[in-house]
């Protein structure tokens, strides 16, 4: 059972404890590893992802390309005419993303020199950057007479197997010994279109070029990958010089790269997007998955991040160990501390902005932790609660086992959802209440002729039966005292109509008068006669004893009078105190007694009415007080025991 009540602020450090302890569980896991790839597939979902550049175009070596031109890699000749098209429309420069590594010589056909044609385009071009990788560098006719020669590779895969990023100072032992500023391709085609001369200077996490201040995550400038193909002709176009729009072409960054699938330059990226049909071949439509990319678009992307400072920041690691310690106890306190649905409801809440928060962070460039703190905002709760239930278990046993025994289960539950142990046995309180007394007429003369196992069996069977009524309508059993019953209404749980409802049940514990007289008889035991009083008013309730034993009670006036009432009954009858008819004037009907004496009460002053009559609603018929029948099943019986006794 979880308590629906707000939770105690003395205890509330505890559950916040629990929290952050959840949350240093979590911790613990993100360092064994076992998660690191789902940590970068979720924040490789949160990468911004925006348009593509409109300063850089692309030529592509595509599948019509390949149809009509011939098998690839195509002799350098038709490199060569297609770098003088572009020169001729004059690109800020030419990144030719093919690793020229072979001669193709003399044409077949008109016995040209293709490799002198290559190598006189890229000199009349001025402008053009060859890429190479440390297995596969350009021909040195070529090397020798480009604008720059750089690294074309990209960085290493994340624990998804995605690229995210990009060395910006590639060891020299990992590239080409024609790549002689150790830079990447793309950097260099920068430099070039930018007018960028001073060196790249990498100091920790940033790095300097030009104006640029790039952000550097474990070495590498993560990429600000675009969703989209971008501007774009085909290669077999600009070979016959008819591309589409030229006019993208003047003043822009060109990438030269092939777009086939069989060519090897395909790289898993962070981030997915739907490609369009150029993308494969009419004959292998599904070709790539959508997370996958051209390595020549991705060198694109890498450009298209520094030109528009575009970069991408991850949340530090000390940043995130602060955070799921801080959510989880945080939740773990709110899930305390609240109602069990507002807990819930609040931390859900909580996830849904976590998640909110840093898609727009995102957005702005910003990868925050999509895995860590949502695992800790659930485990903390789920902790929360379990502390939250273990502790209020062992405060239900504590209620119920105090309670138990003089209420019923239900209300000793209810008692246990609402009140803490220290509240119920360490404050007294002042509060009106209602207080019945109830004993047996004449028991004690009665008893003395009894033998004491009959003495015994005969008060147990009353005992029983006035406990399950008194239960019945909510009453407290305060004590017994021989055969006395003490019981309470409005202690220790309010119950706005108590006075009412300790007449209803003095109603049934006289209407249940011939069953209890038919059991003693069944039983050889003689009939016993009882009264009832109740009284209304204010009293203190509250654990009285010594630190051995405590019982909880009421004192007061109201409780000594309540008690003269029963003291005073008649068989049957039941007495009750102004306030209590007050209280219940529209339901009861009453006989006033005046002139009556109790002990230690004045009779001008004191007013004490029987109750005659009960009634369901105000417009329901008056039902008489069963004392008339109770009476008569009481001398039925009585003549029986008499006769039984006789003849015994």
């Known amino acids: 059972m979880v308590r629906e009540r707000v939770g105690d602020w003395r205890l509330a450090w505890r559950f916040a404890l629990v929290g952050a302890l959840a949350g240093l569980l979590v911790l613990t896991l993100a360092q064994t590893g076992l998660t690191n790839g789902t940590f970068d597939v979720g924040q490789d979902q949160f990468f911004p992802a925006p348009a593509p550049d409109s300063q850089i175009s692309f030529v592509e070596i595509d599948s019509r390309s390949q149809k009509d031109i011939g098998a690839y890699p195509f002799n350098n000749a038709y490199h060569a005419k297609v770098i003088d098209y572009l020169a001729r429309l004059h690109p800020k420069v030419i990144l030719f993303d093919i690793v020229l590594d072979h001669l193709t010589f003399h044409d077949v056909e008109t016995g040209e ?41 990209l960085g290493y895969p994340d624990h998804a197997n995605a690229i995210r990023g990009v060395v910006l100072r590639p060891d020299p032992k990992s590239t080409c010994p024609q790549n002689e500023s150790d830079e990447p391709a793309f950097l260099l085609a920068l430099r070039m279109a930018g007018g960028i001369d001073s060196p790249l200077q990498v100091r920790g996490s940033e790095a300097s070029f030009g104006k640029h201040r790039i952000p550097l995550v474990g070495n590498q400038m993560l990429i600000n990958f675009t969703r989209g193909s971008g501007t774009s002709c085909a290669y077999v176009d600009a070979y016959n010089e008819s591309c589409a729009r030229p006019d993208l072409i003047t003043d822009h960054i060109v990438v030269v790269g092939t777009k086939l699938i069989d060519a090897g330059d395909v790289y898993p990226q962070a981030i997915g997007f739907a490609h369009d049909p150029t993308f494969c071949s009419s004959g292998r ?317 004045s009779a001008e002053t004191f007013r004490v009415f029987k109750v005659t009559a009960i009634r369901e609603q105000k417009g329901s018929p008056w039902v008489p007080v069963p004392t008339d029948a109770a009476s008569h099943a009481y001398e039925a019986n009585k003549q029986l025991y008499a006769t039984q006794s006789v003849f015994a």
């Open 113 to 153: 020199d293709t490799d002198a044609l290559l190598t006189k385009s890229i000199t009349n071009a001025g402008n053009v950057v060859l890429a190479c990788t440390l297995d596969d560098a350009p021909k040195g006719e070529f090397s020798t007479v480009a604008a720059g020669v750089g690294e074309r590779g």
């Open 285 to 601: 439509p599904n070709c790539m998955l959508d997370s996958q990319n051209y390595g020549y678009r991705i060198q694109a992307d890498a450009m298209s991040t520094i030109l528009n400072d575009r970069y991408v920041h991850v949340q530090p690691p000390i940043s995130v160990r602060l955070a799921v310690l801080l959510l989880a106890a945080i939740v773990g306190l709110i899930v305390y501390l609240l109602s069990f649905r507002a807990a819930m409801l609040l931390t859900a809440v909580v996830l849904g902005a976590y998640y909110g928060g840093i898609y727009l962070l995102g957005r702005q460039g910003y990868l925050a932790d999509p895995l860590y703190a949502p695992i800790a905002i659930v485990v903390a709760a789920t902790f929360s609660l379990g502390a939250r239930y273990v502790l209020e278990e062992r405060e239900r046993r504590k209620v119920e086992r105090i309670f138990g025994q003089y209420i019923d289960p239900r209300v000793a539950r209810q008692l246990a959802a609402t009140r803490s142990v220290d509240e119920l046995i360490s404050r007294g309180e002042r509060r009106d209440l209602t207080v019945m007394f109830m004993d047996i007429r004449g028991f004690t003369s009665m008893s003395e002729s009894m033998r004491a196992d009959d003495v015994l069996a005969v008060i147990q069977d009353y005992l029983d039966e006035m406990s399950k009524l008194i239960l019945k309508w909510d009453g407290l059993i305060d004590k017994y005292v021989g055969d006395e019953v003490m019981a309470l209404w409005n202690v220790p749980l309010a119950q706005a109509d108590h006075p009412l409802l300790a007449i209803r049940c003095a109603y049934d514990l006289i209407g249940n008068a011939p069953a209890v007289e038919a059991k003693l008889a069944a039983r050889g035991l003689p009939p016993i006669a009882w009264g009832v009083g109740i009284n209304s008013g204010p009293a203190v309730a509250g654990n009285i004893g010594s630190q051995d034993r405590l019982q909880y009670t009421a004192l007061g006036d109201t409780v000594n009078t309540a008690a003269r009432f029963c003291g005073a009954a008649r068989a049957f009858d039941v007495l009750i105190g102004y306030a209590t008819y007050q209280a219940c004037a529209d339901y009861i009907a009453v006989d006033e007694l005046p002139g009556m004496q109790l002990k230690g009460k």
